[in-house]
């Protein structure tokens, strides 16, 4: 809800002059992104830590609980109990060693075996998932960003026009809506009752899969409805914070003195004005990655897409704790990387990013 | 409620009466806000006190039935009545959102106001914690944790969950308020007459830094009220209790959709939506009364802008 924008405008005026040391040593590309490394591995070394001590911090055992439950349905191989004590950890041992096996366990992408899709590995299981998301959330965030701010460009460098009147009371109407009940919404309407589009799976099950037109045809119309939910939603919300960042932008003086100059319209808005005004909303887009992927988990839960959304949703129901586990450490690892790509592209893009204010 | 802005600047005097702001946009927001808050108080009584209609009564004859004048609203799968469960889950959904925005709230000012205001090392280890707590995706963190205290505690777990993964938002934006604020005159006249940091913190810079405190308080509600329709959609709120997350769970579990019935499931869902607008023309207007260059001029204005712009012209000419 908060504007990315906002939060990076606020920042920058706290900081007076006068607080400033007079003459600061510029922090140079390379250290940058060696200090930025260094924060990210730092944050995956918490997650990873975190996804460690979190069953183990849980009231009660949840590792008798599962092995109970899972008894009650059929009886359990050594092989499965072996599968959740590694997840568990061995309740004889101390713990610092169930988190040096624990760690090298990770480092080889071994989660044990999935209660749902037993006796898959944990591994296999989500990197079947792994390619529909990144598919997903790559082309709906770079759209999204694309189209909000290229709207925002142009409703906040003429407000009140009548784009600016129209565009913006509906992007802020949009922003305002939880993401899954839009999706549940184009479900009923283009799914079921106009029958446009499919609303479940990623491809029609009685095609192989393949470089065949009909193949893609599938795919991109099986992804079609969860993309534009999505897509949607963040739009207005880049939109937002672009308008209101340009707003604020043109009415700087060296817009001005580019427009007294009599330099033309839209060189004014792009190379002078917008080119100022986008960098709150890249360094928003770095933070926000994980909003995205968040509401991403919904959205597939509700299209049946067989993302790693829709896994995490099935290892809930089916309450497969080694699945889940894995599922939350690789969304965190991926958010991760990508903020730090895209904190990286802000650094090259805003020196004054590199002195250590973002 | 004290929302107004002006106070932003400076401290607000000891003895002025802070009214409703001017903000057409933030008006209307905060009586939408009302307007629910008196729903889910008052609702649940007329509901099933005084019109004798039952969230929880089973009439398996009647499943699925669409609006009618007997169920305003239809009635579910089992026969429920989707206009009581309506009115009775709007107090479960506010409660978690208030809940889980008091404790995001509280966590969000302590952390974002101690080091915006102590700097040096409590600074850089509080920013750090924020940043990297800001980075974690929250949603699949709180699925985790909820999984894992499925059943247990019921609303409130689900609140605390939501409350303790949702404040590094707020943080960040107060540690930047503060920033600004610390060296202010009254500040240092705090800090001359031999306050305590604790004191300066609690009695000079959250006082004066409440507008803003409030309206991301009120965000924190309806974020917070979302993630609780989120969790529950998914079966990992409190299903068994009425909530307009929980509806929205077994509509979604009995193929309301594919069944085509819209008043199970739009109902709750709209309610949320609206709320959340609601929260977006608060935040906006509380851009707008931040940054006045975001105000959209009113016609008038427009056309003796437009007349002047002529003018000029025609004089150049």
């Known amino acids: 809800m908060t504007a990315p924008s906002e939060t990076v405008a606020v920042v920058a005026a706290a900081e007076s002059p006068k607080e400033r040391p007079a003459r600061r040593l510029r922090l140079g590309a390379g250290r940058y992104f060696v200090q930025r490394l260094g924060f990210y591995l730092a944050a995956a070394w918490i997650a990873i830590t975190l996804n460690f001590l979190l069953p183990r911090l849980m009231p009660g055992d949840p590792a008798s609980a599962l092995i109970a439950q899972m008894q009650g349905r059929s009886a359990l191989s050594g092989e499965q109990i072996a599968s959740i004590y590694r997840l568990f950890g061995d309740p004889g041992e101390p713990l610092w060693s169930q988190y040096l096996t624990y760690l090298g366990q990770v480092a080889h992408l071994d989660f044990g075996l999935s209660v749902a899709f037993f006796p898959t590995p944990v591994w296999d299981v989500i990197s079947a998932g792994l390619p529909w998301t990144i598919g997903l959330v790559g082309i709906t965030a770079v759209l999204s960003f694309v189209i909000g701010t290229a709207g925002g460009i142009m409703a906040g460098g003429r407000a009140g026009s009548r784009v600016d009147s129209v565009a913006t009371p509906g992007a802020m109407f949009l922003n305002a809506l939880p993401t899954f009940w839009i999706a549940l919404l184009f479900v009923l309407v283009f799914g079921f009752q106009l029958a446009w589009l499919p609303t479940g799976g990623a491809y029609d099950g009685d095609l192989t899969p393949g470089f065949t037109a009909e193949f893609i045809g599938s795919v991109i119309s099986h992804a079609a409805l969860p993309a534009l939910t999505i897509a949607l939603g963040w739009s207005a919300t880049w939109y937002i914070g672009m308008r209101n960042m340009m707003i604020t932008t043109v009415s700087e003086d060296y817009v001005l003195l580019a427009r007294a100059k009599g330099l033309g319209k839209s060189r004014v808005m792009f190379r002078y004005a917008a080119r100022n005004a986008i960098l709150p909303s890249v360094a928003g887009f770095a933070i926000n990655i994980g909003n995205v992927v968040g509401g991403q988990l919904l959205v597939e839960a509700v299209f049946a897409y067989p993302g790693v959304g829709y896994l995490l949703y099935q290892s809930v129901a089916s309450v497969d704790y080694p699945l889940m586990q894995a599922l939350f450490l690789m969304v965190s690892l991926s958010v991760l990387a990508a903020n730090f790509l895209a904190d990286s592209v802000y650094g090259l893009i805003d020196p004054r990013a590199r002195e250590g204010r973002a | ?317």
């Open chain 2, 1 to 317: 409620m004290n929302l107004s802005l002006s106070s932003f600047k400076g401290r607000l005097p000891e003895n002025r009466k802070v009214w409703l702001p001017e903000n057409r946009k933030v008006r209307a927001g905060i009586a939408i806000l009302v307007f629910f808050a008196l729903f889910a108080l008052a609702g649940p009584f007329l509901v099933e006190d005084v019109f004798g209609l039952s969230a929880t009564a089973i009439h398996t004859a009647d499943g699925m039935q669409p609006p009618s004048g007997s169920h305003l609203l239809g009635t579910t799968a089992t026969g429920e009545d989707v206009l009581a469960q309506l009115v009775v889950g709007s107090r479960v959904s506010l409660l978690v959102g208030l809940v889980a925005a008091v404790i995001s709230t509280t966590l969000s000012v302590l952390v974002g106001v101690a080091g915006g205001y102590l700097g040096g090392t409590a600074d850089a280890l509080l920013t750090a914690g924020t940043n990297i707590a800001l980075v974690i995706p929250s949603l699949p963190l709180l699925i985790i944790v909820a999984s894992y205290v499925k059943g247990r505690g019921g609303w409130l777990t689900v609140a605390l969950i939501i409350g303790l993964t949702s404040w590094p938002w707020g943080a960040r934006g107060k540690r930047a308020q503060t920033l600004s604020l610390r060296r202010r005159d009254f500040v240092t006249a705090a800090e001359m007459t031999g306050e305590s940091r604790w004191w300066i913190i609690t009695r000079e810079l959250i006082p004066s830094m409440a507008p803003l405190i409030s309206a991301s308080f009120l965000s924190a509600v309806v974020l917070s009220m979302f993630a609780d329709a989120g969790l529950s959609f998914i079966g990992l709120g409190n299903i068994n209790l009425t909530s307009w997350g929980s509806m929205l769970y077994w509509a979604q579990n009995a193929s309301a959709l594919a069944r085509g019935a819209w008043w199970w499931f739009i109902p709750p869902g709209a309610c949320i939506a609206v709320i959340g607008v609601a929260a977006g023309l608060i935040n906006f207007g509380i851009d707008e009364i931040a940054n006045p260059r975001l105000r959209k001029p009113g016609r008038a204005v427009r056309r003796r802008a437009a007349a002047a712009a002529l003018r000029t012209t025609e004089e150049a000419r």
